[in-house]
């Protein structure tokens, strides 16, 4: 049943994928993306991990996709259908996405055909047990990823200021 | 009961998606929509991982969780970008950005 | 003794010239001393080498020559030395070869006085004095060469003394590409000898066997470089532009040694360079030779061009000698030497009186420079063949030598008539221009603004000295110590054609036949020059040659013909074909290399187009390679 279901979700992941990357609006891509956010963190319930995938929903699709559709506004994208948002470099481009398509799927396959994931022994997980995991075992990386955080909170802000000068390239 | 294959595939074909997407798109901000999906997929895998071998730590979990930390900081810092290359050139086109170009030196400069 | 020190002769003078090159300028004239010193002392030597030499010869049983080597050079189965070989010849012409380089050093210090280069041409005189002596006393055929290449730089670097005018480097070019040429031949010549014998040792080479062919080939080989070095027909179009150098140069180098060397090398090494194909041929060069000379030295304006011509005639009276393989050749270059320097130096001495080499701008000079007068009478007179001088006494032993070649039949006798009959006519032209010079410079009235004077001591002493030799040397040499001087030594020999054949053989003999006919020669010669002059004492006697006088004033337009033939072609057509292959090939091949390069450089900049989606699927493309390479294998 799980198996079903997971199948459905990330089907329609990855069809939302592929419109994410062929559409010729932007806010339709970013909606598409959305879409494939939402999936995502279908998927990721599925796989026994409940808190990712709300973290997932608040941080994805709250604010990224917002943040990208901003910049979209403000870089005065067009806002209708457009012929020109895929370069000529995509015939190059499909090639090399098929075959690290083919790649991977290869070296996966070979490696986990027979692999099964057992949902119902998974082990405990969720708010609680990511919290005090956190905060016991991965401390240390928790206070560098929020330092990385001030470090790129601080980046954006210089980067985007009128009033520095820079070169004009 | 899932295949383990199963994700590992979704993700490939995500990850695959979001290939095409950074070479074919010629919008900046769509580069960064799919960046977005390449993370996202490495994402399914860690989690599919996580759950096949039962990580008591659940390593893979909070390695997904620093990802979209990370994710997020990135696609702040690279909309800052954007929207600097949108006010020195007016245009936001991969394509016409060539700075790192080689030219032919001009005539007589052998 | 004699082996110990006859390396001295040409180590002091080389030294000499070193030392005046390095610091001519702080030495000054003090430099031109020196030169003069490193010269007196190998004269003096030599002279005691030659009283040894003769001593030893009239004493000893073997006459074989003192020989002193050091090995300084292997090339292959060669070993090179430099060697002296000190025997009669070579110690007869050191004599000759200092005294005249001491005459022309003394000389050339009131000469060259005001010359501002006077050190280096003191330098370039040692120089040569030590090359040419090198040559006379070597006895190693690659050393030889090395004496005879040096010579021939220094003539080079004399006669282009003057080179602030174009005209004195030409034909300082000239004459070091004709004798070049020549020098060609003479190296492939020794070449073929030292190969044939197995060393460069002129001992060994003297005494080897040689198959037929190598000796005609080797021997017309060698007789080429000597042509050329000896301004011969046809190779002697450089002499006469040689004038253009200073006159104690021109004394010196061509007059008395370098144009003499050639003479010395084929008597040198007369066993091998005398076969029967080199001896006719010599015969015809020298008769050719002799009449066109001395006709080229009839016609001259220029005094030295006269001596230069004249030299060009006696040299090939020499080489007639040699063809009829008798020791009058080098006979008379000893005579020629002492004479021959002589004249030079007086035409010298009469140039600072006059201020010009031009006959028409002299005459009457017999009154006011006695002693100049005297000295050149008596060398024009024994240049002439005025009988009893030296230069009637070799002459008529050349003479004298064919007359019995012809009968031994050591020689052809179509080749033995020949040099009888040239040598007869030369005398009569000799005689002829010898008077026209003397009626033109000493006798009539001396030009308006000339005021005859001899000049300072140190030009009019070597001068008056030289006299002495031009004078007697000849009578000297009929005694019999000359012909057991030059001996030769008996245990090489080289059997030649069936004809058994010893080395040059005999001596200076004066025989009352010879002696009338060329005493009645020259007396024809003069004598009609004479009545020519009579008829009309102000105009040039040669006009008896007519309108071709132009032509052989010219020296028959030679020159030009070979300008003609060969340097045109050379210059107009070859030489820019070499020049466009040079740049075009050569340089083409170079800065192709460069543009090709670039280019290359060019089609992989197409790569960085800046766009960086380009970048990284190129990237990815690499990445996926190695990442199927991995898994793969």
């Given at each position: 049943m ?5 199948g ?12 994410v990357?062929?559409?010729?609006n ?13 999936s995502?963190?279908g998927e ?6 409940p808190?990712?995938a709300?973290v997932?929903?608040l941080i994805?699709v709250?604010?990224?996709v917002?943040?990208?559709l ?7 994208a067009?806002t209708?259908?457009?012929?020109t ?6 015939w190059?481009a ?14 996966l396959?070979s ?13 405990k997980?969720?708010?609680e ?16 990823i929020?330092?990385?955080l001030?470090a790129?909170l ?8 009128r ?6 390239e | ?13 995500l ?10 798109r ?5 580069v960064l ?10 994402n399914?895998?860690l ?5 096949y071998?039962?990580?008591?730590l659940?390593?893979g979990?909070?390695l997904a969780?620093f ?16 929207l600097?290359?949108?006010r020195?050139?007016?245009s ?6 060539r700075?790192?170009?080689?030219e032919?030196?001009?005539?007589g400069a052998? | 003794?004699i082996?110990?020190s ?9 030294f000499?010239?070193l030392?005046?090159l ?15 010193l ?12 030659l009283?040894?030499?003769i001593?030893r010869?009239?004493h ?10 050091h090995r300084?050079?292997?090339?292959g189965p ?8 000190v025997?009669g010849?070579?110690?007869l ?11 022309v050093?003394v ?6 006085r005001?010359?501002s ?5 003191a330098a ?7 090359a040419m002596?090198?040559?006379?006393l ?6 030889l060469?090395?004496g005879?290449?040096v010579m021939?730089?220094?003539s ?5 003394h003057?080179?602030?005018?174009k005209p004195n ?5 000239s ?5 070049r040429f020549?020098d ?6 020794l070449?073929?000898?030292?190969i ?8 060994t080479v003297?005494g ?5 062919t ?5 021997s017309?080989l060698?007789l080429?470089?000597?042509v ?5 027909f046809?190779?002697q179009?450089w ?5 253009a ?9 061509h007059?008395?040694t370098?144009?003499?060397?050639g003479v010395?090398?084929v008597d ?7 076969t029967?194909?080199s001896?006719?041929?010599?015969a015809?060069?020298?008769?050719i030779t002799?009449?066109f000379?001395a ?13 230069a011509?004249s030299?060009?005639?006696?040299l ?5 000698g ?17 004479f021959?320097a002589?004249?030079?130096l007086?035409?010298?001495c009469?140039?600072h009186a ?9 005459g009457g ?9 005297i000295?050149m009478t008596?060398g024009?007179a024994?240049?002439?063949?005025f009988?009893m ?6 002459k008529?032993?050349v ?9 031994t039949?050591?020689?052809?006798t ?6 009888l009959?040239a040598?007869?006519?030369t005398?009569v032209?000799?005689?002829a221009?010898c008077?026209?010079v003397w009626?033109?410079?000493?006798a009539g ?6 005021r ?8 009019s002493?070597p001068?008056?000295?030289l006299t ?5 040397v ?5 005694g019999h110590?000359?012909?057991v001087l ?5 245990t090489?020999a080289?059997p ?6 010893t ?10 036949s010879?002696?009338?006919?060329s005493?009645a020669?020259?007396?024809v ?5 004479f009545?020519?002059w009579r ?5 040039d006697?040669?006009?008896i040659?007519?309108r ?5 004033r010219?020296?028959m337009?030679m020159?030009e013909?070979?300008?003609r033939l060969f ?6 057509r070859?030489?820019p ?6 740049r ?13 390069a670039?280019?290359l450089?060019?089609l992989?900049r ?8 380009l970048?990284?699927?190129v ?13 793969a294998?």
């Amino acid at each position: 049943m799980t198996g079903a279901a997971f199948g459905a979700i990330g089907f329609l992941a990855l069809c939302a994928g592929v419109m994410v990357v062929t559409s010729r609006n932007v806010v339709r891509a970013a909606l598409w993306l959305v879409v494939v956010m939402g999936s995502l963190a279908g998927e990721y319930v599925l796989l026994s991990a409940p808190f990712v995938a709300w973290v997932q929903i608040l941080i994805y699709v709250g604010a990224v996709v917002v943040l990208l559709l901003f910049a979209v506004m403000l870089t005065q994208a067009p806002t209708s259908s457009s012929t020109t948002l895929d370069s000529p470099n995509r015939w190059a481009a499909g090639g090399v996405a098929l075959a690290a398509l083919a790649t991977l799927a290869t070296v996966l396959l070979s490696a986990f055909s027979h692999a099964r994931i057992d949902v119902k022994t998974a082990s405990k997980s969720g708010a609680e047990v990511t919290g005090d995991t956190i905060f016991r075992a991965y401390t240390l990386p928790f206070e560098l990823i929020s330092l990385l955080l001030l470090a790129a909170l601080i980046g954006a802000i210089v980067l985007s200021r009128r009033d520095i000068p820079g070169g004009d390239e | 009961m899932i295949h383990l294959a199963a994700p590992l595939l979704l993700a490939a074909g995500l990850f695959s998606c979001g290939i095409y997407g950074v070479l074919a798109r010629r919008n900046a901000v769509l580069v960064l929509m799919s960046i977005e999906l390449m993370l996202g997929a490495v994402n399914v895998n860690l989690l599919a991982f996580d759950s096949y071998f039962h990580d008591q730590l659940h390593g893979g979990q909070i390695l997904a969780l620093f990802v979209i930390a990370i994710a997020a900081a990135e696609v702040g810092v690279g909309l800052a970008i954007v929207l600097q290359l949108h006010r020195a050139r007016g245009s936001i086109a991969i394509d016409l950005a060539r700075g790192l170009a080689d030219e032919d030196p001009p005539r007589g400069a052998q | 003794m004699i082996a110990q020190s006859a390396w001295l002769l040409p180590a002091l003078p080389a030294f000499a010239a070193l030392a005046v090159l390095v610091a001519g300028p702080q030495l000054g004239t003090r430099g031109a001393w020196l030169a003069v010193l490193a010269t007196l002392v190998p004269t003096v030597l030599s002279i005691w080498m030659l009283l040894q030499t003769i001593d030893r010869l009239n004493h000893a049983l073997t006459s074989a020559p003192v020989i002193a080597a050091h090995r300084i050079a292997t090339l292959g189965p060669l070993s090179v030395s430099a060697s002296t070989r000190v025997d009669g010849l070579a110690a007869l012409l050191c004599v000759v070869v200092t005294v005249v380089a001491l005459c022309v050093q003394v000389y050339s210090t009131a000469y060259m006085r005001d010359d501002s280069r006077y050190s280096s041409y003191a330098a370039f005189v040692s120089l040569f004095t030590a090359a040419m002596l090198i040559v006379v006393l070597s006895g190693d055929l690659l050393w030889l060469l090395v004496g005879w290449e040096v010579m021939g730089i220094c003539s080079y670097l004399l006669i282009g003394h003057h080179w602030e005018d174009k005209p004195n480097t030409d034909a300082a070019i000239s004459a070091f590409i004709v004798t070049r040429f020549g020098d060609l031949g003479f190296t492939a010549g020794l070449a073929v000898f030292a190969i044939g014998a197995g060393s460069t040792s002129i001992s060994t080479v003297l005494g080897a066997t040689y198959s037929h062919t190598t000796l005609v080939v080797g021997s017309l080989l060698l007789l080429m470089g000597v042509v050329g070095k000896s301004a011969q027909f046809p190779l002697q179009t450089w002499l006469p532009e040689a004038m253009a150098g200073p006159t104690p140069v021109s004394a010196l180098i061509h007059a008395a040694t370098m144009v003499a060397a050639g003479v010395y090398v084929v008597d040198r090494l007369a066993p091998i360079a005398l076969t029967g194909a080199s001896s006719a041929t010599l015969a015809v060069i020298a008769s050719i030779t002799m009449v066109f000379a001395a006709l080229c030295a009839l016609a001259q304006e220029d005094l030295k061009r006269v001596l230069a011509w004249s030299t060009v005639s006696q040299l090939a009276y020499m080489y007639a000698g040699l063809a009829m393989h008798s020791n009058a050749g080098i006979a008379h270059l000893v005579t020629h030497a002492a004479f021959k320097a002589l004249l030079f130096l007086a035409a010298g001495c009469v140039a600072h009186a006059v201020g010009s080499t031009l006959m028409s701008k002299m005459g009457g000079l017999r009154r006011g420079m006695p002693l100049t007068f005297i000295s050149m009478t008596v060398g024009l007179a024994t240049l002439g063949g005025f009988p009893m001088l030296s230069g009637f006494v070799t002459k008529d032993a050349v003479l004298e030598s064919a007359w019995s070649a012809r009968e031994t039949g050591v020689v052809a006798t179509w080749a033995a008539w020949l040099v009888l009959v040239a040598g007869v006519v030369t005398a009569v032209i000799t005689a002829a221009y010898c008077v026209r010079v003397w009626l033109r410079v000493f006798a009539g009235r001396a030009p308006k603004g000339v005021r005859p004077h001899d000049p300072p001591l140190a030009m009019s002493a070597p001068v008056l000295f030289l006299t002495i030799p031009s004078a007697f040397v000849g009578l000297l040499l009929t005694g019999h110590w000359f012909e057991v001087l030059l001996f030769g030594d008996p245990t090489t020999a080289v059997p030649l054609e069936g004809v058994s054949f010893t080395g040059v053989q005999g001596g200076v003999q004066v025989q009352l036949s010879w002696a009338l006919v060329s005493s009645a020669a020259a007396a024809v010669g003069a004598g009609t020059l004479f009545l020519v002059w009579r008829a009309a004492p102000h105009r040039d006697p040669a006009r008896i040659l007519g309108r071709s006088q132009a032509f052989i004033r010219d020296g028959m337009r030679m020159g030009e013909l070979y300008v003609r033939l060969f340097v045109r072609p050379l210059r107009d057509r070859f030489a820019p074909t070499v020049a466009t292959i040079d740049r075009r090939v050569i340089d083409g091949g170079v800065v192709g290399t460069g543009r090709s390069a670039v280019g290359l450089g060019g089609l992989l900049r197409r790569t960085q187009t800046g766009n960086v989606q380009l970048y990284i699927t190129v990237l990815l493309v690499g990445v996926l390679a190695l990442a199927v390479g991995a898994v793969a294998l």
